[in-house]
């Protein structure tokens, strides 16, 4: 069955800017920003300040201040100014407008609905969340600015209604995040890029490539051209906002900021090779999971993921049909164990090789089920992830064992989101995880089966009553 193909959200790009906000403040005060320290970010490369709004005097216009921030950010990324775009600036009732034509969307509802589905089966949010109504709250509160490249607009939190003074110094670095999407978009195409994605892990991993290269430029763009003294303040206001932001499931808060931080890490790496020239060679070649971004040597050396499948050939799944077929990813994985309270997660899921997950629905009844095939490097990451998984369970008072099983091999466990069995299956060519869940141990074990095709005979799989 091929992958069901996520649309892109608009809106998801702009979500972790705050976070990504925080994240540059910090390291600037680390490297003493404006205060005659001798350190130097080792990242990014050295640039001299460029006179925009910051230093610019207060008489200027609106446009002439946007004009001075998009000049500064078209210098720093390299890349010649495009023809013009619609740009406004619209307070949080009309950024909340835009944000909920997305969500009424049909097909981001669907979508919406696949994922409440697989986030409850894997216990990251709550059994009875409402995922539509987190997704509202978050957006709701963090978004700062976005930019849509199929309409070719962006919109930034912030008044201009009053003259340039009341563009505050948030609201100028959220336009320089913003206006770098759209040198993107003019040199490189994002929805061509974003449609090179063939599973749910690419395209995060592209998310990241976008939202990492855009960070890096504004954070230069930062340091360039405001004083300690402004950043501090600005440091100051961000963590207050920070403070008050809704409490959301962590699996989520780090999806959020995976692209940002995550992201910018990669670019990082990137700009050692040959600044934003080599950031515009990846932009042709962009990475093809999130382990290309989390280790940017697997990237350099071409380690692509191993493509798996799970049949739907109405023998190893009678009785069952896939409603969502994708790929989890490192980072997926890697935050799932975190999420779950494992203590080891970064090192168990820098082994991943490639997955497989899907969730399907029984034909007689309507219950969901999940059924997740993961390849592994080696014997050794297989057996570290497995362990790691068990003994995030085992310590997660959410969980009890639900049968005997092999230790290591085979083993079963009882939680919120249903019975979960997981097992090790190897051959000369494959070292594989195989992950069942379901309302009972003897349906999660059948839908484990399944995920075991590769390994297993012919015999029917089959739902019991």
């Not at 003259?163 to 320089?176: F, H, K, R, V, W």
Request: aromatic residues 10%; charged residues 25%.
């Amino acid at each position: 069955m091929p992958f069901s193909k996520r649309r892109s959200l608009v809106f998801l790009r702009p979500v972790g800017f705050r976070l990504s906000l925080l994240a540059m403040l910090v390291f600037a005060f680390s490297i003493g920003c404006s205060n005659g320290s001798d350190a130097e970010p080792t990242a990014t490369p050295t640039i001299e300040p460029i006179p925009t709004a910051a230093i610019a005097p207060v008489e200027l216009t609106v446009d002439e201040l946007l004009d001075s921030i998009e000049r500064a950010v078209e210098e720093i990324r390299g890349i010649d100014t495009p023809p013009p775009v619609e740009h406004k600036f619209v307070d949080k009732a009309g950024m909340k407008e835009k944000l909920d034509e997305q969500l009424d969307d049909p097909e981001i509802m669907g979508q919406i609905d696949h994922e409440e589905t697989l986030f409850k089966l894997l216990d990251v949010i709550p059994q009875d969340a409402d995922l539509n109504a987190i997704y509202d709250s978050l957006f709701g509160s963090q978004v700062l600015g976005l930019y849509d490249p199929e309409k070719e607009e962006f919109f930034v939190l912030g008044d201009d209604q009053s003259g340039a003074e009341s563009i505050d110094i948030e609201a100028q670095l959220t336009y320089a995040h913003e206006y770098v999407h759209r040198l993107q978009d003019a040199k490189f195409d994002l929805e061509a890029i974003d449609d090179l994605a063939t599973n749910d892990d690419m395209g995060l991993a592209i998310s990241a490539l976008v939202e990492g290269d855009a960070t890096s430029a504004q954070s230069q763009y930062m340091l360039a051209n405001y004083d300690f003294l402004e950043l501090s303040e600005l440091l100051e206001s961000a963590l207050a906002d920070q403070a008050e932001q809704p409490e959301a499931p962590y699996f989520l808060q780090r999806s959020l900021e995976f692209s940002y931080t995550d992201g910018a890490a990669f670019i990082a790496v990137i700009l050692q090779l040959g600044e934003f020239a080599a950031v515009d060679a990846v932009f042709k070649n962009p990475p093809k999971s999130t382990e290309q971004v989390l280790h940017p040597e697997k990237y350099l050396d071409k380690e692509e993921p191993i493509e798996l499948d799970i049949p739907d050939d109405g023998v190893h799944l009678s009785g069952w049909d896939i409603q969502a077929e994708n790929v989890m990813g490192e980072f997926f994985l890697r935050t799932w164990l975190e999420a779950i309270g494992s203590v080891d997660a970064i090192e168990a899921a820098a082994g991943w090789g490639g997955d497989v997950y899907a969730v399907v629905e029984a034909q007689d009844t309507g219950e969901p089920g999940l059924i997740m095939t993961t390849a592994w490097d080696t014997r050794d990451d297989a057996n570290e992830f497995f362990t790691a998984l068990s003994e995030a369970m085992e310590s997660n008072p959410g969980y009890s064992p639900a049968g005997r099983g092999i230790p290591g091999v085979l083993e079963s466990w009882w939680g919120p989101g249903g019975y979960l069995v997981m097992s090790r299956w190897y051959s000369d060519e494959a070292e594989r995880v195989v992950i069942g869940r379901g309302s009972s141990v003897e349906i999660a074990q059948q839908l484990e089966m399944a995920g075991a095709y590769e390994f297993s005979d012919e015999t029917e799989i089959t739902v019991l009553d």
